[in-house]
């Protein structure tokens, strides 16, 4: 059974930083793409960035770029998430989702329970 | 960026119902487009990927349908179970860029 559990949220004063980690199992992690995708309070879905299997490609939102800095580790079978200069607009509920093939062009099949990141003073 | 709009925003149905979401791309993305199902308090599911593949477990009375820049998602008989908020997503983008709809909340009538 494929399990993916986040970690590493809460509340953060604007400007600081803070680290999100997802644990995966029940699947050979280092064969896909791994995602973050969040979702502020009553609203849709944004992705924020994605890493291929072996983090040869990666990509942000706009919104992020810059700012927050994707990465794995296929020997923890783990994804993080590393988000800096954090802004109030970034306070959501952070879900790590799996991609379906190695590439991170690919839909999403698997999705964790999600951590909130609330970012206020 | 692709842009996905979704409609309609919200829509109230009936147990028994078919239900149509409509999903348009500003760009055309080849059949790269899967849809999620939403759960209050609860992660996406996915339902469909590729426009019209079901994924596995994902009852028969969902389908997906489309081509180009415009994509439907039909539940040809709604169930209490599917009372949800359903997204919509382009995986075209290169370099990879995804984007959702806004979203759909079908609610009971």
């Known amino acids: 059974e494929v399990q993916l559990v986040e970690s590493g949220g809460g509340l953060v004063q604007p400007g600081r930083s803070l680290r999100l980690s997802c644990a995966a199992s029940g699947f050979t992690f280092d064969d896909y793409a791994m995602h973050w995708v969040r979702q502020a309070p009553g609203k849709g879905l944004e992705w924020v960035s994605g890493i291929s299997w072996n983090s040869g490609s990666i990509g942000y939102a706009d919104s992020v770029k810059g700012r927050f800095t994707i990465s794995r580790d296929n020997a923890k079978n783990s994804l993080y998430l590393q988000m800096n200069s954090l802004r109030a607009e970034d306070t959501a509920l952070y879900y790590c989702a799996k991609g379906s093939s190695p590439s991170p062009l690919e839909w999403f099949d698997y999705w964790g329970q999600g951590t909130l990141v609330t970012v206020s003073s | 960026d692709i842009q996905m709009t979704q409609s309609p925003s919200s829509l109230s149905a009936s147990v028994g119902d078919r239900v149509t979401i409509t999903c348009r791309a500003s760009q055309g993305i080849s059949n790269s487009l899967a849809w999620y199902q939403q759960k209050p308090g609860k992660a996406p599911k996915l339902l469909l990927y590729?426009?019209?593949r079901l994924e596995s477990g994902v009852p028969s009375r969902f389908s997906g349908s489309g081509s180009g820049t415009d994509y439907t998602l039909t539940i040809s008989s709604l169930q209490p179970e599917d009372f949800a908020t359903y997204y919509c997503?382009?995986?075209?983008?290169?370099?990879?860029?995804?984007?959702f709809g806004q979203g759909t909340k079908l609610e009971i009538k």
């Open positions: 590729a426009a019209s």
């Open positions: 997503q382009q995986y075209y983008s290169t370099p990879p860029m995804y984007t």
